[in-house]
């Protein structure tokens, strides 16, 4: 039954060993009118890219995310996906308003979800050319350098980037597991003790399982991994957020 | 040059004219899965979906969208894309901690983000079956009966939907026009200027020779689209994300 686009999108790694070589112009263009095509709530296109591949903004972006990402410096290809709410502000002058959606926690999350569809069309579209894609979030945890090194105005905010580009491959696939699809897909209503004690044990040990097979000792199970969720929480986020426009307040 | 899924993906539009014909389990089950393949911001998987074919539960839900957004309850399948730190939160729990990343704006912008990634990918899974598609984000401007028709627990929030079906299609394919590619796709760095009062008014121009096209006089130019983001702010968004455990005090 699957046909060649749900073989591509069941088959998804993140890929992160580019081997530099560039990409094609005609490559990388139509990937971005095929992420340009994708819907934007209301039809408010508040999303902007900007495509990097000067070696030395690579490199100034990879000294300013934390991690290490080196691919960063390695991919031929980094693609910054902002929330633009500059465009929407310029239309709604011309029209003789003034635009505040932007202030609203509903402007952030209207910008925040179509970046990711942007990213998700960004990725596939990448990746139906045989290239590697890997998303980069930690491009926004110290956003005011990124904000000035690729000139970001006022009302626009580096949500998200992308880096892409040829990629060295393992001789087999090795897909990551997931939680169980139990705790995923809820039908009619969400059922809340889904994810029991017993899921959570097994799957710790099926992602150690999977990080011996490719090998990666360094692997740690699911409950080990989130836990800097307990503290974690990138201030820089807000405050920038707040120094170009996204006040929030409502 | 195009292959399959490019040219899937440059000739998206929304639709909404569903038959209501039920969608096969085995394509449903499909397209679950290959939205759950999509990768998570730190592997966190803070999304679930609520998969709802129950006509009583999709009247329900279109009686509190604005809109009006009738497709809701001619569509055999919406899905809600939540955001979902529950599950997190219980595996930091089991770990021996206690989640606070959901009381940030970085764990909000997380989830938004990986809620995009994952609308993209059900819209393209099911478009790839020759299936219709349209993204509901007015779903989340009522949250609250939202929230208690499909049980949603704390620190989770439904972010968006999406309407999945057979429809009916024009007999030709017209693709909605987007602001020219110069004011979207920046290289090296953002040109501020890039968006004219002449290219403004062209695009104008263009979208209303569009709506004329597809036979919808009421259909308006970009500028006047853009209108509503002078005051809507939807405030229930921050209220009830705040009632649910998103604080976002930092």
Not at 24 to 33: G, K, N, Q, S, Y
Not at 174 to 189: M, N
Not at 208 to 232: F, I, K, M, N
Request: proline share 8%.
């Amino acid at each position: 039954m699957p046909n060649e686009t749900i073989r591509l999108l069941q088959s998804h790694v993140s890929e992160r060993d580019f081997t530099g070589e560039p990409v094609a112009d005609e490559v990388l263009d139509t990937i971005v009118r095929a992420a340009q095509r994708t819907p934007t709530h209301r039809h408010g296109q508040q999303i902007s890219l900007v495509v990097v591949r000067d070696a030395h903004t690579r490199q100034r972006l990879y000294e300013v995310t934390a991690g290490p990402q080196p691919q960063i410096t390695k991919a031929p290809v980094f693609i910054l996906v902002a929330v633009d709410f500059h465009k929407t502000a310029v239309a709604v002058k011309a029209g003789g308003g003034e635009q505040h959606f932007h202030e609203s926690l509903e402007g952030w999350t209207v910008g925040a979800v179509d970046a990711g569809i942007t990213l998700a069309t960004l990725s596939t579209a990448a990746r139906s050319f045989g290239l590697g894609a890997v998303a980069i979030g930690a491009i926004r945890h110290d956003p005011q350098p990124v904000i000035d090194l690729l000139g970001l105005p006022p009302r626009t905010f580096p949500i998200v980037g992308i880096c892409i580009g040829k990629v060295n491959r393992p001789a087999q696939l090795r897909l990551k597991p997931r939680l169980p699809l139990s705790t995923y897909r809820h039908d009619e209503r969400y059922r809340v003790d889904a994810l029991t004690p017993d899921i959570l044990s097994a799957y710790d040990a099926e992602l150690l399982a999977y990080w011996r097979e490719v090998g990666r000792p360094d692997g740690v199970p699911w409950t080990q991994r989130v836990q800097p969720y307990s503290t974690s929480i990138h201030p820089e986020t807000k405050i920038i957020a707040e120094r170009q426009g996204f006040t929030l307040a409502e």
